[in-house]
């Protein structure tokens, strides 16, 4: 078998904590494949512990109680580790496959993720990890999930979407246009901004006029509003509207400081509990948000107006999260999606907005006077497992 891969993240450092099993506690248990039921159920005699999903790869899932798995011992130890589920031998990694076929190795953060004292992990790793997986599960398995997840990556994918037209590439070109964000990302303007700032003007300011640019050095397919943009000519288009993005990143970084200041004088905050619910909260009320042992904290709306300085080390941290979500094509937890891109850049502005929101919330809770990593690395960890709720206020529930 051809193990070519790719990965969605850079380097990675990661061991389990001790006494962690943040993996394990979750309001909806792990999913299984038939072999893996077999295995459990042949060790535990007990038919009681999975209920059946309809799903070509992973047939159940296991039980929660009280949000946790229902072997998971009071010691935060797995009663089943030797039989563990294939999905919990692959955490925090996630199995996926790329649109030219190739595997692409997706990352869950957790907090074994990212820390200084595990060693690296590198590719022998990740090729004893996927050998396992096949000697548990067969070929097959691999057989099912690639046919599973390409299912949506046609040759030919949307790549813009309003309400004036349709643009049309190949997954080369979304590439592409990941790549094109990125460069977007970095233009000086926007360099005094936060993430979720610089995505704000981008989506809001620069993405739209790219867009206009774009439909015009697209060709017109047979059908009113649709276009197709390959890959070759989508670069020369860019190379072409770079001259205009100086100029438009430096007016809307200027607006984005002066929105910013007038929140802080007068503005409301909009917020989105973990259930989805939507509230305009002003500044003499609180919210909770919770940590990822589900503890509330609950911060004044005032101190969440006047925005903590971030520290350099944060930022990376947020900014890598950012772009190797970008890197995902698509996969977000255990959902498969195919978004057109600039409903990818929303998703990516509401994920930012999410995590400085919380990294803020944890800081001042703890009466700090600015936002380091800690803070960053929690928010990050707690957006890990709620990005199905991101996506479904782009396009709606699953």
């Known amino acids: 078998?051809?193990?070519?891969?790719?990965?969605?993240?850079?380097?990675?450092?990661?061991?389990?904590?001790?006494?962690?099993?943040?993996?394990?506690?979750?309001?909806?248990?792990?999913?299984?494949?038939?072999?893996?039921?077999?295995?459990?159920?042949?060790?535990?005699g007990n038919t009681d512990f999975a209920d059946p999903i309809d799903h070509p790869v992973f047939s159940y899932r296991l039980k929660v109680e009280e949000n946790k798995c229902i072997f998971l011992a009071e010691t935060n130890l797995c009663t089943l580790y030797p039989l563990r589920p294939v999905l919990c031998r692959l955490y925090p990694f996630q199995l996926h496959f790329k649109?030219?076929?190739?595997?692409?190795?997706?990352?869950?953060?957790?907090?074994?993720?990212?820390?200084?004292?595990?060693?690296?992990?590198?590719?022998?790793?990740?090729?004893?990890?996927?050998?396992?997986?096949?000697?548990?599960?067969?070929?097959?398995?691999?057989?099912?999930?690639?046919?599973?997840v390409r299912q949506v990556k046609e040759p030919v994918t949307l790549i813009f979407n309003d309400s004036f037209s349709l643009i049309f590439g190949s997954w080369a070109s979304k590439e592409r246009l990941v790549d094109i964000l990125w460069e977007m990302f970095n233009i000086e303007p926007l360099q005094a901004l936060t993430p979720r700032g610089r995505l704000e003007c981008i989506r809001c300011d620069i993405l739209p006029r790219f867009h206009h640019h774009f439909v015009k050095e697209a060709l017109r397919a047979p059908r009113p509003r649709v276009f197709y943009m390959g890959e070759d000519r989508l670069w020369e288009g860019y190379v072409q509207f770079e001259k205009l993005i100086h100029q438009l990143a430096k007016q809307s970084a200027e607006a984005e400081h002066l929105h910013q200041m007038n929140l802080q004088e007068k503005g409301n905050l909009l917020y989105s509990s973990l259930k989805g619910e939507k509230a305009c909260l002003s500044r003499n009320s609180r919210v909770r948000i919770h940590r990822l042992n589900g503890e509330g904290v609950d911060v004044e709306i005032d101190r969440l107006m006047f925005s903590l300085p971030v520290t350099f080390e944060a930022l990376k941290e947020e900014e890598e999260y950012l772009r190797e979500l970008s890197k995902r094509e698509g996969r977000y937890g255990k959902e498969v999606s195919d978004l057109p891109f600039d409903s990818e850049v929303q998703f990516l502005f509401l994920v930012a907005d999410a995590l400085e929101l919380k990294a803020?919330?944890?800081a001042a809770h703890s009466g700090k006077n600015c936002v380091g990593i800690e803070e960053m690395r929690e928010s990050i960890w707690v957006a890990e497992r709620t990005l199905v709720r991101f996506l479904e206020e782009i396009v709606g529930p699953f």
């Open 1 to 44: 078998m051809n193990l070519n891969w790719v990965k969605s993240y850079r380097g990675i450092r990661f061991d389990c904590l001790k006494d962690c099993a943040s993996c394990c506690k979750r309001s909806e248990g792990v999913s299984l494949t038939s072999k893996d039921h077999q295995r459990i159920l042949n060790h535990t």
């Open 99 to 148: 649109w030219d076929g190739r595997i692409l190795w997706c990352l869950e953060h957790c907090p074994g993720v990212s820390r200084p004292e595990p060693s690296w992990v590198d590719e022998p790793d990740m090729e004893n990890l996927f050998t396992q997986i096949l000697e548990l599960e067969g070929e097959e398995f691999y057989d099912k999930l690639s046919a599973y």
């Open 360 to 362: 803020s919330a944890f």
